[in-house]
Structures are given as structure tokens and as C-alpha cells.
């Protein structure tokens, strides 16, 4: 054995010599029961972070303890193509290269991303190598691979067969600069200080950040308590505007906050979350006065075509003119939304699909709430079982189109009637990009075929006709629907396609998995979604325990940001004490369930305990070279002393705590046991005892029995150090490690 543990040149090796014998790739086995569980898909062109080291660490050692224990074991590997993040990433290379979406047909964008994607993605995968993630390779997954898209499009075919789909208006989070929409909890929300303007309006002042949404305004609203404005609740005002004058309604809600402003707001149910929610409990008309390029329309009359930030500016300036302005409070604080990419988020209806949640008792919702409260899915820690039952009981409808190129298309084509009833984005057969109504462009001089061909986007009204590929008829026009699903949607699906679902040999026997290990700020968006689609088409539910780990902070407590500069590379520490110390530190964070921050120290100790077990390592295999004879192996026979039995007796102990602890998802618990018993049970005291042993033959047998099986029980945790170890000692068995067998209990 080399004086010290070299963990650069030892981890690479011993990766090769596992991905080489095949040891990942379970055999079936119909007498026994599989263990499966699946990779939570990183990114496929992102790079790995330390929650992500977290959960491979968890992972894998779930996996090869089961492995050791004789169960066919499984884990599958896989990447998302994670829709949006990854189109705004390619987007950015675009303008680098002085170019934008705008200059591609949708076709050309996917292609372009595809082989983005392609060029990238060694990076995680090269990184979930060195983890030493004992993953499946021969199985792996790309979430964009041509059977997953096949399996998902079949779903959304059933789904539409049960009526579980529709299309509906609806108020979303519509971003204007990545043109697509993002699910409430896809948001970031920010302080910020924006003027707030006090407009003359009517008989009244009111405040509002948003004075160029006017256009779109159909009520003022009050609060039923405020004494101030009681007389004009259902009375009609007139408003002078900006554009001559109109009536509206005052009406009279709770959402309405008496200490804002002057207790007066304008309604805008088309471009304001709370509006739109009071503008269905009043039933108001809903009136569109942006655009889905961002910019105002006709209803803005001589401000069409500006973008929000012109639109507020100019209506401003024309406001003060006319004497409309009372007076801004320039230094007004409030939050804002943000999509992803930093843009202000513009609410706005718009066509979208949806799944409906709630139809009935049998379809989705339902099934997945129960089968978490009566415990047909058990959730570790417990206490994260509420944040599943709430959100699952506050579930609302799910949009399910996003704008997005990168992404698997919805399935549908729309039939052309009332050529009026579209909005095309195109790149015209000169190259340039254009879009508008349908029925006007085509007035104008562009052809059907060559809108289908250069196509971006299309966005239809609510009631269009669709159809299935195979419901097309011959002398009918179609537009494709542009929209695809949310990443949601196909990775909600994600345990079932990995496996071939319908009926793949694997589907049979490695479904339903055996654990869903993941981070507990997914439970709603993936967790909850593939409880509902599992159920839905297999009705099993997708995996049998869920077990949630926290989230990794920074050194300082705070979450990891880029802003902040607290970001911790985990490359960084592999390079420096090691993946087994990295992975053993992060381990002991799980400890409580809860959020922790990085265990810098922990991590530290970890590389020590690993010179410590390398240096006991060597110290056997110097004593059995002084002894000069060959050590028997361990048994019964042999005349053992009392230190000997205790020791043993300790070791059994030990086993059976560590099955213990891992069986109730207690890694760190099941970790500090094994640390303890090999550094202050076997280094401190024992090796101590045999160094003065006359029968040098029993103790060292002794010794190096019970070593061997601390290799065992520290192998899931520290794979590669324990490996190396094992192949340098002498042993019954020439099976390496990680096929070797878990120690038994007697
Ligand atoms: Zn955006």
C-alpha cells in the first residue's frame, strides 16, 4: 500500500474498473424483488451543484447498499431537457452571435438547440461519473429521446379521450421577452421601487403603478367597508381619458385595500392577477390592451405599438399635460415578479391548455392525495408530508402549454376556417421575420405554404377547431399547435418512460420503483405530478417511499447565489480532500431532515477519517508481513480471548444499527455508527490490544475480519476508498466490493 491515500489517481481507476464489469446493470431475477430508483434528470446541458452531490450521494449509497444485499438494483439514469432554462441559455449564444430566435423558423431554433444540448451535455454526465454514481448506463435517458415523445404524446391522446384536457382562457404569467408563460411557482418575485401615479379619474384619485394599462380598464373598485366611497358603489362614472371618455362601473371587493393609495383602483381584468379574479366574481369584460410581442394594440388608439415601458412613459407625459396627473410618489416600494430570465412578468389571457385536476374522484388529483394519506406512498421526513397534502388539496387546474421551442410539441393541429381567429409568427420567404393575424397577412401577400414553412409560433382563439395528426382531412387547411408541453408534463411521466412503459420487460418488473429521493422544493412540481400520472395509467402509484432531503446553503447560511458570491463549487472540493469526503460531509448534513448549511468541516474530518482507515490498512498488512506466515482466515474454530468476543460482539451490534438506521432513512445516524466503531472501537483500542498479542495469528485474523466487513458497511458511503482498500487485502472472495455481500446478522 502507497504511504498515503492518493484519491486523484484512485477514484478515476476504480470508476473504470466498475463501468468495465458491468457491475451497474441489475440482473432480472423474477424470484426475487428489485430495488429501483431513479436519478432525479439534472440538466442535461447544466453542470453539477452541490444539491445535486447531495442527492447522488444519497442515491447511490441506497443503491449499493441493496445491491450488497442481494436485491437486483437499478438505478436509472437520465437528463431533462429542462425547456426553458435551456432556451434562454441557447438564446444568450445567439446574441452573442448577433442573432435572435427572431431569425429562425421553429424548426431550425430546435435543431440548433438539439445539437446545443448534444455538445454540452458530456459535462453532467462526466460529473455524475465521478461522484461515483453507480448508475445503469446502458439505460440511460434523454427526456427528448423519440420514445419518451411518443409515450407522452399517447398520454395527452388518453387524457384527451377521458376529457382530462381542454383549452381554456386563462390569466397567465406572460413574459413578452421570452414569449412564453411560467407557472406561479417558476417565478421570482423582487422589492422594488417604481413611481406610483395618482391619476384624476372620474370623480375620484386613484393610485397605480400601471397607468398605461388604462386602455384596458372596465371597473373601479372599492372596499365594502370604506365609508369614503360607500355612495358610488353600482353607480356608473364617467372617466376622461386619454382617448375620450368612457363609463365604468364602480364596484365594490374585498380584495380592494383601504390603506393603498386612496382606497380607490382601476380594474384591469386582462392584465392583473387580482383583476382578473375580481373581474370573474363581477363579471367584467375582459379587454386586452397588450399584445403578446409586449407592445400596447389598437385599444391604446395613438399609443399602439409602443411597449410597455414607452407606453407608461408617453401616457405619463400626456397625463401631466392634460392635467389627469395629481400628483407621484416617487419612491413607492413593491414586488414585483420576474420570470426566469430577470424580465417583468406581464399578466395576461391567453389560450392555453390545461389538465383538469379535480374531475372526478378517480382522475388524478384525488387518487394522488389519497394514496399519500393512507399511506400507500410514505414520505420521509413525515413532517414534509403537509407541504404535499396542502398543495395537492390547493391544486388548481394546470396550464400546460409553454412557448417554447425546446421542448415536446403538443400534438394537435388546429383547423384553418375563420383565418381571423389566428396570430402567426413566421420568417417570410426572404428571410425576415413577421407576424400578425392570419386573415391580414394573407390579404397582404403571404402564402399559407410559406407561413407553415418559415412557422414560429401560432397562437388560436379559444374555440378553433383541433384535430389529431390522423383526424386531418385532405381538402381542409391545419396550423400546427407550436406550444409544447411543459417540462412538468413529461417528466411527471418520467418513472414510466424510463422504463418503457407500456410494456417493456423492464416495465414489468423494475415498476412501481422503490423510492423517489429527491429535494423537498419539488414536491410540488415533479413529486406530486408523477403520483398523479402513475396512478393514472398504471393505477399503481410510481414508487413506494419518498424520502426528501434539504437544501444546501451557503458557508454563510444564506442560499447559494450568484449575486451573493457564495456559490460553493463542489469541483472544487473533489479536487482537494476527495469525492468520498465530499459525499460523507454532505451525508452528515441530512441529519434532521432540515436545510444545512455546507458542511465545510465536516468534510474536512472526513478526509482525515480516510487517511485514518488507509493508515490502518497498512498497519495489518506490515504486521501480517512481520508475523512472516499466512493468516488463517477467520472462523468459530479459532481460540479467541475476551477481547476478541467483544469486539464481535460490537460488530454485530453494529450491523444490525446500521440496517436499522438505514431502513428509517437515517444516513447520517447510519454513517457517525460506522465512523465511531472503526476510529475509537477498532483504531483506539483493538489494534492497540493486538500489537501486543502473543497469538498474533487469531488477533490479526480477528482484526482483519472485522475491518473487512467495516469495508462492507462503509462502502455505500465512501465507495472509492473502501474499493481500493479491499482489492489490496488478502480475502476469501475475488469479487470486488460492490458486489460483494452486505454483512450478515447472526
Ligand atoms: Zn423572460
Not at 221 to 235: F, L, S
Not at 563 to 591: F, K
Request: charged share 30%; net charge neutral; hydrophobic share 35%.
Amino acid at each position: 500500500m502507497d504511504k498515503t491515500y492518493d484519491h486523484k489517481s484512485v477514484e478515476e481507476k476504480i470508476y473504470g474498473m466498475w463501468a468495465e464489469g458491468n457491475y451497474f446493470s441489475p440482473q432480472i431475477d423474477h424470484k426475487k424483488k428489485p430495488f429501483t430508483i431513479l436519478l432525479p434528470p439534472p440538466n442535461a446541458s447544466g453542470r453539477m451543484h452541490t444539491g445535486n452531490v447531495l442527492m447522488i450521494a444519497i442515491e447511490d449509497l441506497l443503491v449499493r447498499w441493496h445491491r450488497m444485499k442481494g436485491d437486483p438494483s437499478l438505478w436509472l439514469p437520465g437528463t431533462d431537457h429542462a425547456g426553458t432554462e435551456t432556451q434562454i441559455t441557447f438564446e444568450k449564444e445567439l446574441k452573442k452571435q448577433g442573432k435572435s430566435r427572431f431569425n429562425f423558423t421553429r424548426r431550425e431554433l430546435y435543431e440548433q438547440i438539439w445539437d446545443f444540448v448534444q455538445n454540452n451535455k458530456g459535462l453532467i454526465e462526466s460529473q455524475i461519473k465521478r461522484m461515483g454514481a453507480s448508475v445503469d448506463w446502458t439505460r440511460y435517458t434523454f427526456t427528448l429521446d423519440e420514445k419518451i415523445i411518443q409515450t407522452v404524446h399517447n398520454t395527452f391522446k388518453k387524457m384527451a379521450k377521458d376529457q382530462l384536457v381542454y383549452r381554456g382562457n386563462y390569466m397567465v404569467n406572460y413574459c413578452p421577452k421570452c414569449g412564453t408563460t411560467y407557472a406561479d411557482v417558476e417565478l421570482k418575485h423582487e422589492e422594488r421601487k417604481d413611481p406610483l401615479y395618482y391619476m384624476k379619474y372620474g370623480p375620484f384619485i386613484l393610485a397605480t403603478v400601471r397607468p398605461e394599462t388604462k386602455f384596458g380598464d372596465t371597473a373601479v373598485a372599492v372596499n365594502p367597508k370604506d365609508k369614503r366611497y360607500k355612495k358610488w358603489v353600482g353607480q356608473e362614472i364617467e372617466v376622461e381619458g386619454l382617448n375620450g371618455k368612457v363609463n365604468l362601473k364602480v364596484i365594490a371587493d374585498n380584495f380592494v385595500d383601504m390603506a393603498f393609495g386612496t382606497g380607490v383602483v382601476k380594474v384591469t381584468p386582462a392584465h392583473d392577477k387580482n383583476d382578473y379574479e375580481a373581474g370573474l366574481r363581477h363579471k367584467l369584460e375582459v379587454k386586452q390592451v397588450i399584445n403578446l410581442d409586449g407592445r400596447l394594440n389598437e385599444r391604446a388608439g395613438k399609443y399602439a405599438g409602443l411597449n410597455v415601458a414607452e407606453g407608461r412613459k408617453q401616457v405619463v407625459a400626456d397625463l401631466k399635460e392634460k392635467g389627469l396627473m395629481d400628483h407621484i410618489d416617487e419612491n413607492y416600494l413593491h414586488t414585483v415578479a420576474l420570470c426566469k430570465a430577470g424580465h417583468d412578468i406581464e399578466p395576461m389571457v391567453i389560450p392555453n391548455w390545461f389538465v383538469k385536476v379535480d374531475a372526478d374522484e378517480k382522475s388524478f388529483k384525488q387518487p394522488a392525495l389519497k394514496a399519500v394519506k393512507n399511506g400507500s406512498v410514505k414520505i420521509y421526513p413525515k413532517w414534509q408530508e403537509i407541504k404535499y397534502i396542502r398543495w395537492m388539496e390547493e391544486m388548481r387546474d394546470w396550464p400546460i402549454s409553454r412557448q417554447n421551442v425546446w421542448g415536446i410539441q403538443i400534438p394537435i393541429w388546429y383547423e384553418v376556417e375563420n383565418e381571423n381567429q389566428f396570430y402567426v409568427w413566421f420568417i417570410d420567404k426572404n428571410g425576415k421575420y413577421k407576424y400578425g393575424v392570419l386573415g391580414q397577412l394573407l390579404k397582404v401577400g403571404s402564402e399559407f405554404e410559406e407561413i407553415i414553412s418559415g412557422l414560429q409560433r401560432v397562437s388560436a382563439s379559444e374555440n378553433v377547431k383541433w384535430v389529431f395528426e390522423e383526424g386531418k382531412k385532405e381538402n381542409k387547411r391545419y396550423l400546427p399547435e407550436t406550444d409544447t408541453f411543459d417540462t412538468w408534463f413529461s417528466s411527471g411521466q418520467w418513472p414510466l418512460v424510463t422504463l418503457g412503459y407500456p410494456d417493456s420487460e423492464d416495465f414489468k418488473y423494475f415498476y412501481p420503483t422503490s423510492i423517489l429521493e429527491t429535494g423537498w422544493e419539488i414536491i410540488r412540481l415533479w413529486v406530486s405530478r408523477m403520483i398523479m400520472f402513475g396512478i393514472y395509467l398504471t393505477g399503481k402509484p410510481p414508487f413506494e417511499y419518498i424520502y426528501l432531503h434539504g437544501i444546501v446553503r451557503a458557508l454563510d447560511g444564506r442560499k447559494m447565489s450568484k449575486s451573493l458570491g457564495n456559490v460553493i463549487n463542489p469541483e472544487e472540493y473533489i479536487e482537494q480532500y476527495g469525492v468520498d469526503a465530499l459525499r460523507m460531509g454532505l451525508i452528515s448534513g441530512t441529519a434532521n431532515g432540515k436545510d444545512f448549511n455546507f458542511p465545510k468541516d465536516k468534510v474536512i474530518a472526513y478526509k482525515h477519517f480516510a487517511n485514518k482507515i488507509w493508515n490502518m490498512g497498512r498497519f495489518m498488512l506490515m504486521m501480517q508481513e512481520q508475523y512472516g506466515k499466512d493468516i488463517p482466515f477467520y472462523s468459530e474454530e479459532l481460540k479467541l480471548k475476551t477481547e476478541d468476543k467483544q469486539i464481535l460482539k460490537e460488530l454485530q451490534k453494529i450491523i444490525k444499527d446500521v440496517n436499522k438506521e438505514l431502513e428509517k432513512f437515517r444516513f447520517a445516524d447510519a454513517a457517525d455508527l460506522i465512523y465511531q466503531f472503526m476510529w475509537h472501537s477498532l483504531a483506539d483500542k483493538y489494534i492497540e490490544l493486538v500489537k501486543n498479542r502473543e497469538d498474533k495469528d487469531v488477533a490479526l485474523s480477528v482484526l482483519r475480519h472485522i475491518y473487512l466487513n467495516c469495508l462492507k458497511l462503509l462502502h455505500p458511503f465512501m465507495p472509492f476508498i473502501t474499493e481500493e482498500i479491499w482489492s489490496l487485502m488478502p480475502k476469501k472472495t475475488n469479487l470486488p466490493l460492490i458486489i460483494s455481500s452486505w454483512p450478515e446478522v447472526k
